[in-house]
């Protein structure tokens, strides 16, 4: 074996490896999270507690790195960074409100409908069509979501709202952080830091107002003395979920974004399995069909819209190359005369 087979074969086993890491935190802090919310049933502590912890955790692995500070003009940070952490927020809000009225199952198979919305921005924002083929891959999408929510055992309208609002934030927190890394060349791990610390000042009046007043009822406080457990799943968890940012964040650093798209969709279906088999939750064949055509609609998804960009990519490609040998006629008749 070559050197250069041997490292391409070094580096597609450390891509594996870390996918497989990738995929068994994130079963394991949705399903922690799930379990944490059965007997502590207070979702806005949950996401405050998940905020500082990561904030905590942030500083001393960007100081590792050597990640250097990012200075940033008032003006941009007020137009571009704070909507950024608002948008954060709610979205941390809206995934803990839903793990906590519906199984982990069922509100990753929503989160699946996230190319829908996707689309959506890209046509309404951005004033992006997309191809026939894109648009078709939607339906399977559209009616795996449909079958699995009519087919839902433990249905609850308010866990189906906060997963379709939680997966349009993420999707709009995408396009947007995308176009700040853009603009501005920050690290995505010190950008993540700015915007989690910013998403605080929204986040702890909200606990203020919601969760206090329950826990300085006397009935919530009589319980503390049984906390030790819950803590321990939470900083658990919150080391689950913080590893599994950091590592994403590597995938997406390490292989193409049409792999990174196939793992993702990939790791939604691991974690559906996952929690299936150890939170034991009823499911009927029709939940399943319905869970499997959604997942399937995503892989069409990402199908359709790799060969879209292929074909958009060849098509600039021999543009490029007609225009090329245009103007190398345009000389040469220019040197040798007409």
């Known amino acids: 074996m070559t050197g250069v087979e041997f490292h391409s074969v070094r580096e597609w086993l450390r891509i594996f490896f870390l996918c497989m890491g990738w995929y068994a935190l994130s079963s394991g802090g949705n399903i922690l999270n799930k379990m944490i919310l059965n007997g502590f049933p207070h979702p806005v502590s ?68 996230m190319p829908i919305w996707v ?22 999408i559209i009616g795996g979501v449909l079958l699995a929510s009519v087919s839902e055992l433990s249905f609850d309208l308010t866990g189906l709202i906060c997963a379709l609002a939680s997966t349009l934030c993420i999707s709009l927190q995408n396009v947007f952080s995308k176009k700040v890394l853009r ?55 919150c080391l689950c979920k913080f590893a599994e940012s950091v590592v994403a964040i590597i995938m997406l650093e390490r292989v193409s974004p049409l792999s990174y798209a196939v793992a993702c969709a990939t790791k939604g279906l691991m974690v559906i399995s996952v929690s299936l088999l150890f939170l034991r939750n009823p499911v009927t064949y029709v939940n399943l069909l319905g869970v499997m055509t959604a997942i399937a609609g995503v892989f069409l998804y990402i199908k359709a819209m790799y060969d879209a960009s292929k074909k958009k990519l060849l098509h600039s490609t021999k543009q490029d190359q007609m225009s090329s040998d245009h103007s190398a006629q345009d000389e040469i008749h220019k040197a040798i005369g007409p």
Request: glycine share 4%.
């Open 119 to 140: 689309v959506l921005i890209s046509r309404i924002l951005m004033k992006e069509k997309q191809v026939t083929t894109v648009y078709m891959s939607l339906i399977p």
């Open 183 to 237: 603009d501005t060349g920050i690290h995505p791990l010190r950008l993540i830091n700015i915007i989690l610390c910013n998403s605080a000042l929204f986040m702890v009046p909200t606990w203020l107002l919601v969760d206090l007043p329950s826990f300085l009822d006397q009935g919530e406080v009589s319980d503390i003395s049984g906390w030790g457990g819950t803590f321990l799943l939470l900083l658990t968890c």
């Open 46 to 113: 949950m996401s405050m507690l998940h905020l500082f912890f990561t904030i905590a955790f942030l500083p001393p692995l960007l100081w590792a790195c050597g990640i250097p500070k990012a200075d940033l003009p008032r003006k941009y940070y007020y137009r571009n960074i704070l909507p950024l952490a608002f948008r954060e927020y709610f979205i941390a809000l809206l995934s803990h409100f839903t793990i906590w009225k519906v199984t982990v199952s069922y509100a990753h198979t929503v989160r699946a409908t």
